[in-house]
């Protein structure tokens, strides 16, 4: 009986084994690493660099004694708006802080700016001469003072909108002659002209939005576009030829600016 049980178990244990060799071998798959997100809170320092398209309308105000000798619209022409353009670029520090998939923060930057135009328009006949109106309007650099306010649709993607205070160095360059304009140099000359520069820093507000990528866990790049709006200037100067007369320039300057950025978090 109990050759009879040992060679049951024996039969048993063989067939068993033939079929555990005839099964699929049993796949152990890794588990999907878990990736913890990106932290954006803390500061970070980057550089940028971009394009700006600016807008510098400018008015002409003459004085009692200035409009007794130049009619108003007649012969004191101004060229249209002008629109100054190139490049920019500079650098910006800021602070995030992460609140789930809301950021805020705050961010500060200073750039560079080659927005330049001159455009010139000419009247009627004057003391022998056609009277020309030039202006000359620069942008050389802008900063800016912002808020952010994003969302993150991913752990690694940004998507804000920005604003806050804006301030730059815009100069507009106003001259009037009824000869070509170097006839403004140089004493002695009897021939009508009158030139004045506006100086200064402006100051003014900005607003925009953008979307920043972290393709590194320190390293993010960006898009931004920002609309400056940096108020006006205006100055008063002398027609060298009509004792007592003024002019008085106006000018505004406002400004499309798109650019794109790196930041380093640390």
């Known amino acids: 009986m109990r050759r009879i049980l040992l060679g049951v ?13 005839d099964l699929p071998a049993r796949s152990y798959a890794k588990a999907p690493a878990i990736n913890p997100g990106i932290n954006w809170s803390g500061f970070y320092a980057g550089i940028n660099a971009g394009y700006g398209y600016g807008s510098a309308p ?18 004191n022409p101004l060229p249209p708006t002008l629109h100054p353009e190139g490049f920019v670029g500079g650098g910006q520090v800021g602070y995030n802080a992460q609140f789930g998939s809301v950021v805020a923060g705050l961010e500060a930057d200073i750039d560079y700016a080659n927005l330049r135009k ?19 309007s620069k942008l050389d650099w802008f900063g800016t003072l912002r808020g952010r306010l994003g969302v993150l649709p991913a752990n690694n993607v940004l998507l804000y909108a920005t604003g806050g205070l ?14 070509p ?3 403004c140099n140089g004493p002695g000359l009897s021939v009508y ?4 520069t506006t100086s200064g820093v402006s100051v003014g507000w900005t607003v925009g939005g953008g979307i920043e ?21 205006s100055v008063t100067f002398p027609d060298r ?12 300057f406002t400004a499309h600016i798109g650019r794109a950025g790196l930041n380093y978090r640390f």
Do not use: K
């Open 241 to 252: 030829d009509v004792p007592g007369g003024l002019l008085t320039s106006h000018t505004s």
């Open 118 to 136: 001159t455009d010139a328009a000419s009247g009627a006949p004057f003391i022998g001469g056609i009277l020309t109106t030039t202006i000359e």
């Open 9 to 21: 178990l024996a039969l048993t244990a063989l067939v068993g084994g033939a079929r555990a060799a």
């Open 166 to 179: 804006a301030y730059g160095q815009v100069r507009t360059t106003t001259t009037g002659s009824n000869m």
């Open 181 to 183: 304009p170097f006839s």
């Open 193 to 196: 002209c009158a030139t004045g």
């Open 213 to 233: 990528y972290a393709f590194a866990p320190n390293w993010t790049i960006r898009g931004e576009y920002l609309y400056l709006d940096l108020g006006s200037q």
């Open 58 to 75: 400018t008015s002409l105000d003459l004085n009692a004694v200035e409009q007794g000798v130049i009619l108003p619209g007649v012969n």
